[in-house]
């Protein structure tokens, strides 16, 4: 078993307002990686906490008439019960209010003060409170907006202790340039380097307009100044492990991963490193920066009032369902749009159909056939291909999750099920069993309890508790023991007999949250005759049904689209007087060589959109899970224009 030390992080939260499922987001990436980690016995800590110093939070406390500590103190142990009630296994909660936090961030400000990287000078400039973030002139928007969150900024002129940022430009391009997987995902790498490369200002860290931050140490006599609070918060992930202090847990140094948002990355991985090398310590093995949770397209946050809590989505869904759809849905880096269909999306057919199905049809069969008797020594004799197909799967997904890759992590664990699944299929133990093939039957279920518990294993870091209800049916615990054992070694199951249980999944057949709206959306639609839920199932009528066009087509030329990896440029005949144009996100399933000559089913009345720039005049009808797309098309060849009803 591996002695490695595995060190994860979170952004530390803000305490000038609640969660959300953004916050829940990274939180639960940080949690999934922290507890495979685990599984594969890694020596693993993992960090979270709340970052409680600053302008912002001081005014947040001002506002609500609240003493900035009790503020604090109250917001702080509401993201760290949610966090409780979300089972995440952190092993430290900071508080950069702590005593030890605060005498490690003083440490760090004297020996980067010693090393030469600190003077004093004057600062005046445009100052974003929300971002706590100076910017030059020229990057304001309309020369008074910050850029990056779009609030009114300020001019601050203060006395101020600078940091040399400046002096470490080439070192933090040499390690971009030396450590390719430094920033993940890699494309956030190169925005990196190209805003380095501009030029790097010194850096102001620290601010005498107000108080409420960690002083200078004492020798530097000089009252009025606080930290900056970047310098204050970033510093959390060495002061939890005792930098400064005792420092115990330094060991567990460099982080492997630090997670963030994107709007954060910049802080991670250009201050953070250069203060990191001015204090001789090692740069973080990797900064995984995600994407943005959406509504209706726009960033989720309180200001705007489009926010969804985390604990009621957990609540009305399952919190392990909705930590799969959370990694499941978006990949990692991209933004993702909250939507309660595509979470029902997911329960239903994922984990519905595809897993508990599959443990039902196992604790059907051996019921039927063997009084719940498991055993899974012939598997090999009898099912060695679809074995070796499981195995292809399973080789592919420790380094997906180690490069952050969740959601094709998930889609890869997915294809062992898909395997099970089609091997009932095939096999019809049902009139195997008539023919007498007692063995084959037997070994069947066998090879189904062998993906259940490989799929369990490896899903255990996403769905801990569900994982453990499947594993417990099939005779064992998980643990580091188990996964050395099934996974790495390859061991066979103990045979096992099955008992009866209640599905894991029941069916959601509409959505369990009602939504508050912005108050925005709330007028404009009462303003609206009809309203239309987008997350609603709506029965329609069949005049309704009848208002859609869908007609037969031949698809006479196609060609790859430039650039894209996912779309073709079709000229679909449907009877008309010429083609139509039809782009068509399909080339990761069907070449143009695929799809040139065959007929598909074509929606007829859709408004044309424009698609990279090229007119698009209909819809191919396809379905897509986790195997991939396929189109719909007529059993037999119909003449071109033929409706469809
Ligand atoms: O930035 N979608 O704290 P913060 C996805 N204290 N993730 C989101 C999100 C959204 N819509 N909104 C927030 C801070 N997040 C600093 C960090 S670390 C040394 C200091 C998540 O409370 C995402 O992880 O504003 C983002 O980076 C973080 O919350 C920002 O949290």
């Known amino acids: 078993?591996?002695?490695?030390?595995?060190?994860?992080?979170?952004?530390?939260?803000?305490?000038?307002?609640?969660?959300?499922?953004?916050?829940?987001?990274?939180?639960?990436?940080?949690?999934?990686?922290?507890?495979?980690?685990?599984?594969?016995?890694?020596?693993?800590?993992?960090?979270?906490?709340?970052?409680?110093?600053?302008?912002?939070?001081?005014?947040?406390?001002?506002?609500?008439?609240?003493?900035?500590q009790a503020y604090a103190d109250e917001i702080s142990a509401k993201f760290k019960t949610l966090w409780d009630e979300f089972d995440i296994s952190y092993d430290k909660f900071i508080r950069t209010t702590d005593a030890d936090h605060m005498a490690g961030v003083q440490k760090a400000f004297s020996v980067m003060y010693d090393k030469g990287d600190i003077y004093k000078d004057a600062y005046k400039g445009h100052y974003c409170i929300s971002c706590e973030?100076?910017?030059?002139?020229?990057?304001?928007?309309?020369?008074?907006?910050?850029?990056?969150?779009?609030?009114?900024t300020s001019i601050v002129e203060e006395e101020s202790y600078f940091f040399k940022l400046s002096a470490y430009q080439d070192k933090l391009l040499d390690w971009y340039k030396n450590s390719p997987d430094c920033i993940l995902p890699k494309s956030k790498r190169n925005e990196v380097i190209r805003f380095v490369e501009g030029g790097l200002n010194d850096l102001s860290i620290t601010r005498t307009s107000f108080d409420w931050g960690v002083k200078l140490p004492k020798s530097f006599n000089d009252p009025k100044h606080v930290m900056y609070v970047w310098l204050d918060?970033?510093?959390?992930?060495?002061?939890?492990?005792?930098?400064?202090?005792?420092?115990?847990?330094?060991?567990?140094?460099?982080?492997?991963?630090?997670?963030?948002?994107?709007?954060?990355?910049?802080?991670?991985?250009?201050?953070?490193?250069?203060?990191?090398?001015?204090?001789?310590?090692?740069?973080?093995?990797?900064?995984?920066?995600?994407?943005?949770?959406?509504?209706?397209?726009?960033?989720?946050?309180?200001?705007?009032?489009?926010?969804?809590?985390?604990?009621?989505v957990a609540d009305a869904?399952?919190?392990?369902?909705?930590?799969?759809?959370?990694?499941?849905?978006?990949?990692?880096?991209?933004?993702?749009?909250?939507?309660?269909?595509?979470?029902?999306?997911?329960?239903?057919?994922?984990?519905?159909?595809?897993?508990?199905?599959?443990?039902?049809?196992l604790i059907g069969m051996s019921g039927k056939y063997f009084e719940g008797r498991v055993e899974c020594d012939l598997v090999e004799k009898y099912y060695k291909e679809e074995l070796d197909e499981v195995q292809v799967s399973l080789n592919k997904l420790e380094p997906m999750l180690f490069e952050l890759q969740l959601h094709k992590y998930l889609e890869e664990l997915w294809r062992p099920l898909t395997v099970a699944n089609r091997a009932i299929d095939k096999?019809?133990?049902?009139?195997?069993?008539?023919?007498?093939?007692?063995?084959?039957?037997?070994?069947?279920?066998?090879?189904?309890?062998?993906?259940?518990?490989?799929?369990?294993?490896m899903l255990h870091a996403v769905m801990p508790k569900t994982t453990n209800t499947i594993v417990n049916a099939l005779g064992f615990d998980i643990d580091p023991n188990s996964f050395e054992k099934i996974i790495r070694n390859g061991e066979k199951l103990e045979p096992f007999v099955t008992q009866k249980r209640?599905?894991?999944?029941?069916?959601?057949?509409?959505?369990?949250?009602?939504?508050?709206?912005?108050?925005?959306?709330?007028?404009?639609?009462?303003?609206?005759?009809e309203k239309k839920e987008p997350d609603n199932i709506a029965l329609i009528g069949i005049d309704q049904f009848f208002e859609t066009s869908l007609k037969i087509g031949t698809v006479v030329e196609a060609q790859e689209v430039k650039k894209s990896k996912k779309l073709l440029l079709l000229q679909v005949d449907i009877g008309e007087e010429k083609p139509r144009q039809v782009v068509a996100g399909i080339k990761e399933s069907y070449s143009t060589e695929d799809i040139l000559?065959?007929?598909?089913?074509?929606?007829?009345?859709?408004?044309?959109?424009?698609?990279?720039?090229?007119?698009?005049?209909?819809?191919?009808?396809a379905a897509k899970d986790s195997d991939g797309l396929c189109l719909i098309r007529p059993e037999k060849p119909k003449s071109v224009g033929t409706p469809i009803s």
């Open 1 to 68: 078993m591996s002695c490695h030390k595995s060190y994860i992080t979170t952004p530390i939260y803000y305490v000038n307002d609640v969660a959300h499922i953004g916050h829940a987001y990274t939180t639960i990436i940080a949690d999934t990686l922290a507890r495979y980690a685990r599984l594969i016995g890694e020596d693993t800590f993992f960090l979270t906490g709340t970052d409680e110093h600053g302008q912002k939070i001081q005014e947040a406390a001002k506002k609500r008439g609240k003493a900035t």
């Open 133 to 152: 973030t100076f910017f030059p002139e020229t990057q304001l928007v309309d020369g008074e907006f910050c850029p990056d969150c779009g609030k009114s």
């Open 233 to 312: 918060a970033l510093m959390n992930y060495v002061t939890a492990l005792g930098y400064g202090t005792d420092e115990k847990n330094m060991d567990f140094w460099p982080a492997r991963v630090h997670l963030i948002g994107k709007d954060i990355l910049r802080f991670h991985a250009i201050y953070w490193p250069a203060f990191l090398m001015s204090l001789d310590l090692p740069l973080p093995k990797h900064i995984g920066a995600h994407g943005w949770w959406t509504r209706n397209g726009e960033k989720m946050s309180k200001s705007k009032g489009n926010v969804v809590n985390p604990k009621e």
């Open 317 to 361: 869904y399952g919190l392990e369902n909705f930590r799969y759809f959370m990694l499941r849905e978006v990949p990692f880096g991209g933004d993702g749009d909250f939507s309660q269909r595509a979470l029902m999306d997911r329960i239903n057919s994922d984990l519905g159909n595809d897993l508990g199905n599959l443990l039902n049809r």
């Open 427 to 457: 096999y019809q133990p049902w009139s195997m069993i008539k023919e007498g093939k007692t063995d084959e039957t037997m070994a069947l279920n066998g090879l189904i309890a062998t993906i259940l518990a490989k799929v369990s294993l």
């Open 502 to 529: 209640e599905p894991l999944f029941p069916r959601i057949e509409e959505q369990l949250l009602v939504e508050k709206k912005p108050e925005k959306e709330v007028k404009k639609e009462s303003k609206k005759e």
């Open 597 to 621: 000559n065959t007929q598909v089913c074509v929606v007829a009345n859709l408004k044309p959109a424009k698609l990279m720039g090229m007119k698009s005049e209909g819809m191919l009808l």
